[in-house]
């Protein structure tokens, strides 16, 4: 398609809509059906032969006022990191703007700044468009979002009164609503600005659900003032076949570990936007394991360089064409229900007393009678009152030199459903426990349930440790911050 | 309610389809949706439906034969929404 008839067809789609309106919403229909699929993002990256035309066009178009948002929004939540945001800065200052609304002032201050380097638009148009793609996708999730809330309650508030019209709702356009709020920075602040927000009544938490597959649910807890948890639930743009979850746990006085926890699902998010998928095929699975011990090392440096003390946990899970990676550092942990219907902890915590555990354990279970099966089940729900069981000895950042990842590949086929765990969820609940929970839960709402449970539970230890110097006889529930991650996996899903 | 459903029709037609939109409706006690076609790549125009639904296992049971009232308040949501997203456009 020549860009010539693209602009016709973009100004066309406009202009129907424009005109039908008029006549009645329902004859209308079709152009809002057009209309929506030109804001649709994923219109434009599915693979069609228009689609770099498309995104050529809009770069040059659109480029400046998707550019200029996500700057100002960079701008006016962190300090300036580049000579573009720098500028931008200081025109928000200067300017005094404040919301993102004005678009044309925000338009010409971009158009602006673009121009001042060397003439921007006649670089290489793959370029700009590789670009623009991403803002586009980025900044137009965000905008629809807040859109297709802003449109729902106006509409409710003119309905409700004239037509007895309730509940209305506009269906959101697969926004990744986490994703959003992990670039934005708003994951780990927005806990004092929502109340009554999620099906954890009454408590600040955030729920994220992704087409019914994922879901994630963090929550600061009863005791701590910051939320240091940060969670990732997505798809590679290229196929949603691919997908990666992942929890952080910040460490870090201040609000350092927050920071640390956020900056790690960032960066995952956009390395993983770009990952190779090729890397995701079962041959390849040393690569990938390569490539993201490289990547986390990198994010392990930035945050050494930027914090004195401040690091993060981090358990994270890729799912690839036949098996699914695990990483991780330190004791946030990653569990699968297998086809058994059994609970599996898959990965191992960087804490010396789980070592132990482990290695007195670690033989193959079909080798242990039944005592000693039920010794090692009690032993190991022991850890997590032990008064050492927060000291971990691998983490990302906290002046590290190198970062070590544990991994672990499962075949797609051997799990139903996969979860991660911050360890304020983890110390909280016994595996009998999440295993109970998860084999008696909708999916749906599993990833809340055990938030719930662990924020409103408090363990005992068995009466006979009771006086042990060793253990703490209650874990409060709600001590920490509380975040699961759930994939639903239909593939290993007999049940 | 999720983005692509399986509507059965009044005729007992069966189809996946894009939901636009879904409301309730206090004067005449049932719920509605809105809807079009679902295509994997969406091209040309596509028609909007709309109906009086109940969901059942995953599958909304629509009716699409509505009274003139309920043409008319379907309308109204419509146009409403459409004015909505006009306004924010011209910001």
Request: charge should be negative.
């Amino acid at each position: 398609m020549d860009e010539k008839k693209l602009k016709n067809a973009v100004y066309t789609t406009y202009k129907v809509f424009n005109e039908r309106k008029k006549d009645g919403a329902l004859q209308a229909s079709g152009a809002l059906a057009n209309y929506m699929k030109y804001r649709d993002p994923n219109y434009f990256t599915s693979t069609n032969g228009a689609r770099q035309d498309i995104i050529k066009y809009i770069a040059r178009e659109e480029l400046a006022v998707y550019l200029s948002r996500y700057l100002l929004r960079k701008a006016t939540s962190e300090r300036p990191r580049n000579h573009y945001e720098s500028l931008l800065y200081q025109a928000i200052q200067r300017k005094k703007l404040e919301h993102i609304s004005d678009r044309r002032i925000i338009s010409e201050l971009a158009y602006s700044m673009l121009g001042e380097e060397k003439n921007f638009f006649e670089q290489d148009s793959d370029k700009i468009a590789e670009i623009a793609c991403q803002l586009f996708t980025d900044e137009v999730a965000y905008e629809k979002e807040e859109e297709a809330h802003r449109i729902q309650q106006e509409a409710q508030k003119q309905l409700e009164s004239r037509f007895g019209v309730k509940n209305l709702r506009i269906n959101p356009i697969a926004v990744n609503y986490c994703a959003q709020e992990v670039l934005d920075g708003t994951q780990i602040s927005i806990q004092n600005d929502i109340k009554n927000n999620g099906n954890l009544e009454g408590r600040p938490a955030r729920n994220y659900n992704l087409n019914d597959e994922m879901f994630a649910t963090t929550d600061i807890g009863e005791k701590r003032k910051n939320q240091e948890d940060s969670v990732l639930i997505m798809y590679h743009p290229k196929n949603p076949k691919y997908k990666m979850l992942l929890v952080a746990d910040g460490m870090g006085g201040h609000q350092d570990g927050e920071k640390a926890s956020s900056q790690i699902a960032q960066k995952m998010y956009y390395w993983f936007n770009k990952l190779d998928t090729q890397l995701l095929s079962s041959e390849r699975i040393g690569d990938l394991s390569r490539e993201w011990t490289s990547q986390l090392q990198e994010i392990n440096d930035e945050i050494n360089k930027m914090y004195a003390n401040a690091g993060s946990t981090f358990v994270g899970a890729i799912v690839g064409e036949e098996n699914t990676l695990v990483a991780s550092v330190g004791d946030s942990r990653a569990y699968f229900l297998g086809k058994d219907n059994e609970l599996y902890q898959i990965t191992s915590d960087d804490n010396p007393a789980y070592q132990v555990w482990k290695r007195r354990w670690g033989q193959p279970e079909a080798r242990l009678t039944p005592q000693m099966l039920d010794a090692k089940k009690v032993e190991k729900d022991l850890l997590r009152f032990r008064k050492d069981s927060n000291r971990i000895h691998s983490a990302i950042g906290v002046g590290q030199y190198d970062v070590r990842p544990h991994y672990i590949s499962v075949p797609n086929d051997q799990y139903s459903t996969l979860m991660l765990f911050s360890d304020g969820v983890t110390d909280c609940l016994s595996d009998t426990q999440i295993k109970a929970i998860t084999q008696r839960t909708d999916y749906k709402k599993l990833s809340q349930m055990l938030v719930a449970e662990a924020i409103q539970q408090d363990s005992y230890i068995p009466r006979q440790y009771r006086n042990d110097g060793d253990y703490n006889p209650v874990i409060q529930g709600g001590k920490d911050n509380a975040t699961v991650a759930v994939l639903k996996n239909k593939q290993g899903d007999e049940r | 309610m999720k983005r692509i459903v399986n509507i059965v029709d009044e005729e007992n037609n069966e189809g996946k389809y894009e939901i636009f939109c879904s409301f309730d409706s206090e004067i005449t006690g049932k719920s509605y949706v809105i809807f079009t076609e679902y295509t994997e790549s969406p091209s040309g125009t596509l028609l909007m439906k709309a109906g009086s639904y109940k969901e059942e296992n995953d599958k909304l049971y629509v009716n699409t034969k509505l009274t003139a009232e309920e043409n008319e308040m379907i309308s109204n949501v419509l146009n409403t929404i459409i004015n909505q997203a006009t306004k924010n456009d011209k910001k």
